[in-house]
């Protein structure tokens, strides 16, 4: 059992930044790859970015792609959310998701329904 907890979330206004975190609880997170999502109110969750289980392999979501840069840190069973020129559109609730690889090599998940565990999520909200 992995429990994610994401923090860093807040109001920003446009162009601004923010760092999202996510801290796992097991010993065994060096394993998991890692995805963000988010969230509207009545929407469906959409992806923003993933990782693979050993940080060196990325993916993004158009809609962010030069502005976001997702990192884990095995050392620290941590997954960060750098969020850059941020938009009004970005505002939402960001979710950490977790999954099992066992050291597969190379693979990171885009889909919500790959993903094992999630945290409670956080709020941004950027003013324009």
């Known amino acids: 059992q992995v429990q994610l907890v994401e923090s860093g979330g807040g109001l920003v206004q446009a162009g601004d930044s923010l760092r999202l975190s996510c801290a796992a609880s097991s010993s065994t997170f060096r394993s998991y790859a890692v995805g963000w999502f988010r969230q509207a109110p009545g929407k469906k969750r959409e992806f923003v970015a993933s990782?693979?289980?050993?940080?060196?392999?990325?993916a993004y979501a158009d809609s962010v792609k030069g502005r976001f840069t997702i990192s884990k840190d095995n050392v620290k069973n941590m997954v960060y959310l750098q969020m850059n020129s941020l938009k009004p559109e970005d505002t939402d609730v960001y979710y950490c998701?977790?999954?099992?690889?066992?050291?597969?090599?190379?693979?990171?998940?885009?889909?919500?329904?790959?993903?094992?565990?999630w945290g409670q999520g956080t709020q941004v909200t950027v003013s324009s």
């Open positions: 990782i693979n289980w050993s940080g060196d392999r990325t």
């Open positions: 998701a977790a999954r099992e690889t066992y050291y597969s090599a190379g693979r990171y998940f885009l889909n919500e329904y790959e993903y094992t565990y």
